[in-house]
């Protein structure tokens, strides 16, 4: 089974989270934050007022708690608009 975004949606793979501090100190997992540093799974075809400005297999930072999370085969996702999408790292 496979997810396809519709209009201006991505869908984001989670990176893995940080399970230690610097110090090295384990952060419990419900502790974790929802990771704001996503990897570009597929991409809607965008619209006329939000074009798609993203491609599948661009890392990037979204705005914190946007989207929906869903789990499909196993695996953690979330669907965003692109306007949640707020830098491409390079």
């Known amino acids: 089974m496979t997810i396809k975004p519709l209009a201006d949606k991505v869908l984001l793979a989670k990176v893995e989270a940080e399970e230690t501090t610097a110090s090295g100190l384990f952060i419990a997992a ?5 990771p704001e540093f996503m990897k570009v799974a597929a991409v809607g075809p965008g619209t006329e007022e939000n074009p798609m400005t993203v491609k ?3 890392k990037v930072i979204i705005t914190k708690y946007s989207g929906t999370d869903v789990k499909l085969d196993g695996a953690e996702y ?5 306007k949640d999408v707020l830098a491409v790292i390079e």
Do not use: R
């Not at 419900?30 to 929802?34: I, P, T, V």
């Not at 979330?78 to 692109?82: D, E, K, N, R, Y």
């Open 30 to 34: 419900s502790a974790q934050e929802k």
């Open 56 to 58: 599948v297999g661009d």
């Open 78 to 82: 979330t669907i965003a608009s692109v």
